[in-house]
């Protein structure tokens, strides 16, 4: 069982950072690969970042990359987004994930891969 405890989030100006945290509880203090999705209304998720077990593998999606930097500290068992430059169109709820299977595969950027989400929390950027 894996609990999933988000923070961060908030109300930024376009231009502006954000950083979201994302702590993972988990039976065994097992570290898992970790994951960011955001969510539009009325859309499905939408791919942000991952982050493989040790953190030598990153993914990104086309819309945050160069702004956006997945890490981790597995100290502390904790992932973080580091959200720069954003604009109002980065405006959702954004959701982390963990996969606890293993899943091996060329792109970790489909919600399958993951079987465990945290509750979600709103970014809003203003123009």
């Known amino acids: 069982q894996v609990q999933l405890i988000q923070s961060g989030g908030g109300v930024v100006q376009a231009g502006g950072s954000l950083r979201l945290s994302c702590a993972a509880s988990?039976?065994?203090?097992?570290?898992?690969?970790m994951a960011w999705f955001r969510q539009f209304p009325g859309q499905e998720r939408e791919f942000v970042a991952y982050?493989?077990?040790?953190?030598?593998?990153?993914e990104y999606g086309e819309p945050v990359k160069g702004r956006f930097t997945i890490s981790r500290a597995n100290a502390k068992s904790t992932v973080y987004l580091q959200m720069n430059s954003l604009k109002p169109e980065d405006t959702a709820v954004y959701y982390c994930a963990a996969d606890s299977v293993g899943y091996v595969a060329a792109s970790y950027s489909s919600t399958d891969l993951f079987n465990y989400w945290g509750r979600g929390t709103q970014v809003t950027v203003s123009s």
């Open positions: 982050i493989s077990r040790s953190g030598g593998k990153t």
């Open positions: 988990t039976v065994t203090s097992e570290e898992y690969p």
